[in-house]
Structure formats: structure tokens, C-alpha cells
Nanobody, 121 residues
């Protein structure tokens, strides 16, 4: 049971990246899916989350209008589309799945290992 992120890399300011979070060994239908990020020397912060299969989303003020969290058609893989990347966006981006009901058979809280996003000209 794990989350596997991908899609990080190096991009120029103003560029775009799409991160993917694929669950392995479980389905995410009963989980709130979130993206967090942690820059060097800073605490991990919430970037975006979504629940109810994408029916409700929430974004950090710093990324509103630039980032979009969504689910794949199979409602399992979660994406973070990042547009207009800025110098303050570089960080390791982590996917999180947090159980949204009283009990989830595959565990209450899962983290991926992270994917690095670098913004550089």
C-alpha cells in the first residue's frame, strides 16, 4: 500500500508541470487527496486538496488560480497541474491520502516519497 508521485522536474519561470499521484494496493475513493510541499528550511505546507471525487477542492492562497488538483477518470490517480510556476514554488511535492470515513481498511493516512520541482531560468 503506497502512493507513488511522478512528474517533477526542472522548469523555467512561467512554465508548467503536471504531477501525478498513483495509489498502489488501494483505491482512493474514501480518502481526501492532498498535495503538500516542503521547501528547504521550511515546514511542509498544504498546497491543494480535494474530496468527494473532486466535488470539493481547496487551495493555498499562494497557488490559487495557478494550480489545479484533479482526479483521473478512474477516480484513483490524482494530478496537480501547475501553471505559471514562480521562483517561490520549488520544493519537494508530496501526495497524501487521508481517510475521510470512520475506518479505512488500507490505513488512515498515507504519504508518498515526494517528487522534486525546480524552477530555474
Amino acid at each position: 500500500v503506497q502512493l507513488v508521485e511522478s512528474g517533477g522536474g526542472v522548469v523555467q519561470p512561467g512554465g508548467s508541470l503536471r504531477l501525478s499521484c498513483a495509489p498502489s494496493g488501494f483505491t482512493t475513493s474514501s480518502y481526501v487527496m492532498s498535495w503538500y510541499r516542503q521547501a528547504p528550511g521550511k515546514e511542509r505546507e498544504l498546497v491543494a486538496d480535494e474530496r468527494n471525487g473532486g466535488g470539493s477542492t481547496n487551495y493555498a492562497d499562494s497557488v490559487k488560480g495557478r494550480f489545479t488538483i484533479s482526479r483521473a477518470d478512474d477516480k484513483n490517480t490524482v494530478y496537480l497541474q501547475m501553471n505559471s510556476l514562480k521562483a517561490e514554488d520549488p520544493a519537494v511535492y508530496y501526495c497524501n491520502a487521508k481517510c475521510s470515513i470512520l475506518y479505512c481498511y488500507y490505513g488512515m493516512d498515507h504519504w508518498g516519497k515526494g517528487t522534486l520541482v525546480t524552477v530555474s531560468s
